[in-house]
């Protein structure tokens, strides 16, 4: 189970933490990441640790950092510089096969519950 925290409302350029706690298993044997929704926009995958590797959608590179700490069986989301389209809902994800590589959501098998983030201009 993945418990998502650390959303809110922030002006333009700001910054936010996400938080993604999880129950029943162990995050470092996991490929764990974050996707978001906007209103009226399909999901879109925003970062993503899998196989030791970072990966970034190109909308938040250089302004979003993921990472993992597996002492507390987190995965946080660092997101710097945002902007209004940051706005969106933004939940955690994990998918059992460390490694794999998908923007696709159904690839994932467990899911946070979701945290609004909210960027105002």
């Known amino acids: 189970q993945l418990q998502a925290s650390g959303g809110g409302l922030v002006q333009a350029g700001g910054s936010l933490r996400l938080s993604c706690a999880a129950s029943?298993?162990?995050?470092?044997?996991?490929?764990v990441g974050w996707f978001r929704q906007a209103p009226g926009k399909e999901r879109e995958l925003v970062a993503l640790?899998?196989?030791?590797?970072?990966l970034q959608a190109d909308s938040v590179k250089g302004r979003f950092t993921i990472s993992r700490d597996n002492a507390k069986n987190t995965v946080t989301l660092q997101m710097n510089s945002l902007k209004p389209e940051d706005t969106a809902v933004y939940y955690c994800v994990a998918h059992s096969r460390d490694g794999e590589v998908s923007a696709t959501p159904g690839h994932y098998d467990y899911w946070g519950q979701g945290t609004l983030v909210t960027v105002s201009s």
């Open positions: 640790i899998t196989g030791g590797v970072t």
């Open positions: 029943g298993g162990t995050l470092s044997s996991y490929a």
